[in-house]
């Protein structure tokens, strides 16, 4: 992977709002950076002509996997910037969070759902955006598009 030249996708690719809009959550950046075969898939998109969200919760994520595994971080979070809007949790996306965050725990009771998953979801749904990822709570969310193994 090349992080020397900064690229930008709203000058180069020249796309717009009305391109579609994909948030790339954090194991669809890790699987890409591994190249690992859920990586290929994400390539795709993160490559495509596509209108990239990163969410900042992502970019903690990433810089603590970073830490875990002694990566260079500053070279991801170039690349991931170079590749994607950066999407910071304004009021809209909390407070979203928060009911999704209280729907998904104590009405659909599901399993090991966390505030960065509420974070996350509440994102794309602010954004109008699907979210590209392999994460198992996100498998059959309508806001999808499924880059992890099938089982």
Do not use: C
Request: glycine share 6%; aromatic share 10%; proline share 2%.
């Amino acid at each position: 992977m090349e992080f020397g030249k900064v690229y930008h996708p709203l000058v180069e690719m020249k796309l717009t709002v009305k391109s579609k809009r994909i948030i790339v959550d954090t194991y669809a950046w890790i699987e890409y950076f591994k190249g690992s075969i859920q990586g290929a898939k994400a390539k795709s998109y993160i490559e495509g002509k596509y209108y990239l969200l990163t969410p900042t919760i992502v970019l903690a994520e990433l810089k603590e996997f970073s830490l875990k595994h002694k990566e260079n971080f500053a070279h991801v979070n170039l690349f991931i910037q170079s590749r994607s809007k950066i999407v910071p949790i304004n009021q809209e996306v909390a407070i979203k969070a928060g009911e999704i965050n209280y729907r998904k725990k104590r009405m659909e009771k599901i399993k090991d759902w966390g505030m960065i998953d509420s974070i996350i979801l509440a994102t794309a749904q602010t954004n109008k955006a699907k979210i590209l990822t392999g994460d198992l709570h996100f498998k059959n969310l309508k806001e999808t598009i499924w880059i992890g193994k099938q089982s």
